[in-house]
């Protein structure tokens, strides 16, 4: 644990500091102390969030990266299917290696947000859950938060809640409806972001495939999950995790508008916008595929057409065919 905090401890001096110059400023336009931190909070999740904006617009070009190399990736799937012995699970997985490396596509690249954010989201719990014990002298300022700042921290409250209380260690009912609202907006705000993702910028074959369908279910089971792990953390933790997941549904929906997957159904939405005003639909390419990479991308925006019925002939009638 103590490699831990002195691991996160630049992250928590950085935040201090950038709450304490948000509540001066909050502060300097006559904002009650408890509302002047709150809000403090709120700034330094915005804060964290313009910073990892070129990181989420690598995530989006990774995403869109992964949905144009499925044609190949299937042909790959194929050549291999049903051959289980150690050469050719090894073979197909240096072509998939191959397959990334030739279309710079990353598939790990859309967990670096959440990998990113995830120091300061454990650096700020740290933060808000010692503020008691810096307040009453038992641990260490931290940059600005001195323990006299710590104090007034600690003290401060909007709607009669401290923002070091968590639902499960306080005994005022103010504290709990107020968790508990906190831990609901929570809880919809990420169903929200992720069922647009699924229903709106994702293509039908995608949908269909074992990993869709395991991300329907942790879509049911995240409510759960912030329930089960909600109760423990203090509200201003609360208050950063709400902030980022309404950042991320706002985010959510200006790239299914704007920068949509291919063959998704915000795809077809944009078509159709852009034909409607006059203006091309650019189709995004990926260097390195093989064979004409336009025809890569309309594999994966187009729906497989059904094939029309060949309608048998009889003999009679091809006897008839010939003499004629």
Known sequence: ???????????????????????????????????????????????????????????????????LIQPEMQK????????????????????????????????????LPILIQSPFFFALFQLLNNLRAQAEGAQPGIGPITQQMAATIESSNIFGARLSDSFLHSDITNVKILTAVLIVLMSITTFTTQHQLMRKNMPQAALDNPFAKQQKVLLYLMPLFFAISGVNFPIGVLLYWLTTNLWSMGQQFYVIRNMPAPGSAAYKAMEERNKRKGRATKHVTVPGLEGNADAAVASAVEEPKPRQRQQPVSKKRNKKKGRS
């Open 76 to 111: 790959i799937q194929k050549k291999y299917k049903g051959k289980r012995d150690p050469e050719s699970q090894k073979a197909q997985q240096q072509e998939i290696m191959d397959l990334y490396k030739r279309t710079g596509t990353n598939p790990f690249a859309s967990c």
């Open 1 to 67: 644990m103590d490699f831990l905090q002195t691991l996160l401890y630049p992250i928590k001096l950085g935040e201090a500091w950038v709450m304490y110059a948000w509540h001066w400023l909050f502060d300097a336009i006559g904002l009650p102390t408890g509302w002047a931190w709150a809000l403090s909070i709120v700034g330094l999740t915005v804060v964290v969030r313009v910073l990892l904006i070129p990181l989420f617009v690598k995530q989006i070009h990774s995403s869109r990266r992964m949905q």
